[in-house]
């Protein structure tokens, strides 16, 4: 059974479209996470959710919006997209009773903008 | 800034050597982890390590906090091809945030 998945694995789109990508563990976790992957393999934290409640928000532009319906979906919304925001998306989760948080990850979204 | 820094960034040796990767910080973490990543797909959980000074094995990978949980070390034993990858390391920082470093790219030549 798949742990945690995104949808869609790969999406193409033109500058100035607004897309969303979407995310849903079956882990039982209560946090979930976006990250974003540049093209030197930098990961870095956009957002965290905790039970629905947004504890981590990144220096990232207003452009992008996370939208937690219920503990087990993260969904992440970019309106008027740019060049500079093609990169890979990773959705993660984990347990927050446990201090090292640590990451089950999503097989990522490939985004291009072109 | 960078708060993780690895070294080195790419790696490529021939099968059957031995190989150790770092993961320094000037901050003390309260655990450390280590991930692979391969093409294609999400970073998966290699360890956890949490005290200083510790030592966790996991086949042919040793991995060692140092003891004043700063930085952490990575080494392989007999490189396989298998091995090959990018392995990132990730401290906890703050709340419930996990920072990463730059990772290592890892190639195994047969």
């Known amino acids: 059974d798949t742990a945690v998945s995104q949808t869609p694995k790969y999406l193409v789109t033109q500058m100035g479209n607004d897309k969303s990508i979407k995310c849903e563990q079956n882990?039982?976790?209560?946090?979930m996470y976006w990250y974003k992957q540049d093209s030197k393999k930098f990961l870095k934290i956009m957002f965290s959710y905790n039970n629905k409640e947004l504890i981590i928000n990144e220096t990232v532009p207003n452009r992008f919006s996370p939208k937690s319906p219920d503990k087990a979906h993260l969904n992440l919304h970019i309106n008027s997209l740019e060049l500079g925001d093609s990169a890979v998306y990773f959705c993660?989760?984990?347990?927050?009773?446990?201090?090292?948080?640590?990451?089950?990850f999503g097989p990522g979204t490939r985004l291009t903008v072109t | 800034t960078q708060l993780l820094e690895q070294s080195p960034q790419f790696l490529s040796i021939q099968e059957g050597e031995n190989l150790t990767v770092y993961c320094n910080s000037s901050s003390v973490f309260s655990s450390l982890q280590w991930y692979r990543q391969e093409p294609g797909e999400g970073p998966v959980l290699l360890v956890t390590v949490v005290t200083g000074g510790e030592v966790k094995k996991l086949k042919r990978l040793t991995f060692q906090f140092g003891d004043a949980r700063k930085d952490s070390s990575l080494h392989i034993t007999a490189a396989q091809p298998g091995d090959t990858g990018l392995y990132l390391c990730?401290?906890?920082?703050?709340?419930?945030?996990?920072?990463f470093g730059q990772g290592t790219r890892l190639t195994i030549n047969p």
């Open positions: 882990l039982g976790h209560d946090t």
């Open positions: 990730a401290g906890v920082w703050g709340a419930q945030k996990l920072v």
């Open positions: 993660a989760s984990s347990r927050s009773d446990r201090a090292s948080y640590e990451q089950y």
